[in-house]
């Protein structure tokens, strides 16, 4: 008969030499554990032997597991920590799997995977909880690390009704996770909840992601969030689709992505309570920051294919593209919206735009400033299609906020190219504070011919860049032959309005500097039309422009209004005027 094992003390079985003879498996026929035992011990350091655990026990104590596979299909549940090492050789170090399978602790939980195919899996609604401890997981594989496709997950929260909601107490949760020729962190499905602070450290290898989050589960800590992501294959250092948001309530999200393209987002990055709003009037109690940095070692840095980054403090990108690819791109429906500050470097070294912004969508600071730096010098630098920049309040009128501040570089060889171009009708750049543009469409110095058409150009009809509270000063530079491109600003400007639906406008002073060696250094406008300005509503207005060509410096054909102050318009060509108006 089998062999019952009733007492109050710990149990430990392990081999008398390092190693069991031969795989261990429980429930076994001949041993019974009773629930008032204090401690579980299932081998020990140097057991090679695997261990299956199909059966369900509840230990008032620790409970360490020392195997070469290890598969839990039952629940172990104990009162005190857990520790798991697992190195097997097979398809999984740990696997856990199963209806109703879990590992779960009111302590610390501790697991080791590595030396299998995969280091750390999870299946079905299997799940690991530390109800009021930290959970440590190392998972490493010849092929992936950490691969999870469950509805449930891991939580480091005291919630055991609903774990996936907010938590409000537990531990802190530390994923290190390595794939040797496959990705680091793979999460097809499931949900990581910590009420401490979170991090993620992930290596993949082969044309695999660094960490890969897809399907449905929650992502979220109280504290903050800290992913650190790399592959050295031909793939994205950090991978996110289907709409997953990772979300900090009141702790800071930071994000490292690196591999041949840095970091891909279809879903959202909220360092905030709430995920879909921080205007003025629902500013949330409670959030920290966002940064991201994100390098494309060989294609893209960052790209938001859809969703929003959202943050109560501040929010920082930086992207570095490598070759003709975006430093940053944000496309698709959402915003980018902080109650802090907003920085912004884009970098390329090929002929595409540093920075893109398309789908009409909004970067916003409601109380802060915005600062935004590209460059490209053998590409273009900042192109907005619809929505735009705003430093304030509103979207519309904004009655307070901050100011932007704009320092862009490019130099490909384009007459359609520019340091800034905003595209379609009623793009904008509005701020409450100061608005400062520096737009060098000439990298390789004014006396280099032929690089781009523009320094800054509004291409589209009633496009706004416009200060409510403070001052708007631009200074723009180009120098390019003229091209022929049908409907087209073909002469080259320093700073370029397609048509006078257009508006420039400060409630303080306005300065226009543009400077066109092939062109025309401030080409105010195209085509003709009505319903725009350049306006000062209590300052002056200066515009200077310069050419080497034979056009004039300063070409104006739009009102040009100083309501409470002077204007002042100078041009200086090498042709037959400084300045014509027509």
Do not use: C
Not at 377 to 399: D, E, R
């Amino acid at each position: 008969g089998g062999m019952a094992i009733n007492t109050s003390g710990q149990v430990i079985i392990q081999p008398s030499g390092t190693s069991f003879a031969s795989a261990l498996s429980l429930p076994a026929s001949s041993i019974t554990l009773s629930k008032s035992i204090s401690g579980l011990t299932l081998g020990k350091a140097g057991n090679t032997a695997n261990i299956t655990i199909g059966s369900s026990a509840t230990i008032n104590g620790p409970i360490s597991i020392f195997g070469g596979a290890v598969e839990l299909t039952g629940s172990l549940i104990a009162n005190g920590a857990i520790s798991v090492t697992a190195g097997g050789s097979g398809q999984h170090s740990f696997k856990i799997s199963g209806t109703g399978a879990k590992l779960k602790s009111a302590s610390d939980i501790t697991i080791s995977a590595t030396g299998g195919a995969w280091g750390l899996t999870m299946y079905n609604d299997s799940f690991i909880q530390s109800t009021g401890g930290n959970i440590n997981i190392t998972s490493n594989g010849t092929w992936g690390g950490f691969y999870t496709n469950t509805t449930g997950g891991i939580y480091a929260s005291s919630n055991t009704a609903t774990p996936t909601d907010t938590p409000t107490a537990g531990g802190t949760l530390t994923i290190n996770a390595t794939g040797a020729s496959q990705q680091g962190v793979l999460i097809a499905n499931g949900s990581l909840v910590s009420f401490g602070a979170m991090s993620v450290t992930a290596r993949g290898a082969g044309a695999y992601q660094g960490m890969y989050v897809a399907g449905t589960g929650t992502f979220k800590s109280v504290g903050s969030i800290t992913i650190d992501t790399a592959t050295s294959g031909a793939h994205w250092g950090l991978e996110v689709q289907d709409s997953r948001v990772m979300q900090s309530t009141t702790g800071n999200v930071s994000i490292t992505a690196t591999g041949n393209y840095g970091m891909y987002l279809n879903g959202s990055i909220v360092a905030s309570t709430s995920t879909t709003d921080t205007s003025e009037s629902t500013v949330p109690t409670t959030g920290g920051s966002i940064t991201i940095s994100a390098t494309g070692l060989t294609q893209q840095g960052f790209e938001l294919g859809a969703g929003s980054l959202i943050a109560n403090n501040a929010i920082s990108i930086t992207g570095s593209a490598t070759g003709g690819y975006h430093g940053v791109k944000l496309a698709g429906a959402g915003s980018t919206k902080a109650v802090g500050g907003i920085t912004i470097n884009a970098t390329n070294t090929g002929a595409n735009w540093a920075l893109w912004q398309d789908g009409s969508r909004f970067i916003q600071s409601t109380t802060g400033n915005i600062a935004i730096t590209a460059t490209a010098t053998s590409g273009h630098g900042i192109y907005i299609y619809g929505g735009g920049l705003v430093a304030g309040n509103s979207t519309t009128t904004p009655t307070s906020g901050g100011g932007i501040t704009i320092n862009s570089t490019s130099g490909a060889n384009d007459i359609t190219g520019a340091a800034l171009r905003m595209d379609v009708d009623s793009t904008k750049i509005i701020a409450f504070g100061d608005i400062t543009i520096y737009a060098n469409g000439a990298a390789a110095g004014l006396n280099v011919a032929n690089q781009q058409g523009h320094g800054i150009i509004l291409y589209g009809s009633s496009q706004v860049i416009r200060s409510y509270g403070g001052n708007l000063s631009i200074t723009g530079y180009a120098t390019h032959a003229g091209g022929g491109n049908a409907n087209w600003a073909n002469i080259s400007g320093g700073i370029t309005l397609w048509n006078d639906t257009n508006t420039l406008r400060a409630y303080g002073g306005l300065t226009l500097k543009g400077v066109s060696m092939q062109g025309i250094g401030v080409y105010l406008n195209v085509y003709s039309a009505s319903g725009g300005s350049v306006t000062a509503d209590t300052g002056d207005v200066v515009i200077d422009g310069l050419s080497n060509s034979t056009f004039a410096g300063t070409y104006i054909r739009i009102p040009v209004v100083a309501t409470a102050g002077s204007v002042s318009i100078s041009g200086a060509g090498a042709g037959w005027a400084g300045i014509s108006q027509d």
